[in-house]
């Protein structure tokens, strides 16, 4: 039987990313409507996650200012080692490095289905966004 370790290598390619309020309401798109994005896990215990919000503007590199930090907003980038718990069927990302500094040395839980061809990760822990408790969810397919 394969384990969910298995399942995961290789590289997968985003199809949506939602947010989910646990108090109802209706879910939206935090890196709108179409984002792109690719997961890749490899055999050797490690993963590198990209993110970005398609119709992100362009980022001044050479200026740091308010502008670049709304932008970094849009886009989302995380590598580092990976393990996975198949009776609680879930993946343990740990942060080695993050495009958010705060980010880097943590680990973050994501709950892991299966079904027909794509992947679903699903935050573990909800958390707080736009003043409201939120999960995301992920549907990634493999390239």
Known sequence: MET???KLIGTWTLVELI???LNGGENSHPMGENPKGLIMYSADGFMSAQIMNLNRKNADLKHHSEQNTE???DYLAYSGPF???DK???VS???FVSLFPSW???TQKRNVRFEDEFLY???EKPFLRNSRMVKHRLTWKRV
Do not use: A, R, V
Request: proline share 4%; no cysteine.
């Open 4 to 6: 969910l370790f298995q």
């Open 19 to 21: 947010e989910i309020p």
């Open 71 to 73: 932008e970094t907003s």
């Open 83 to 85: 393990e996975t718990d």
């Open 88 to 90: 609680k069927k879930t």
């Open 93 to 95: 990302h740990k942060m």
């Open 104 to 106: 880097t040395g943590e």
């Open 121 to 123: 990760l699903e935050t």
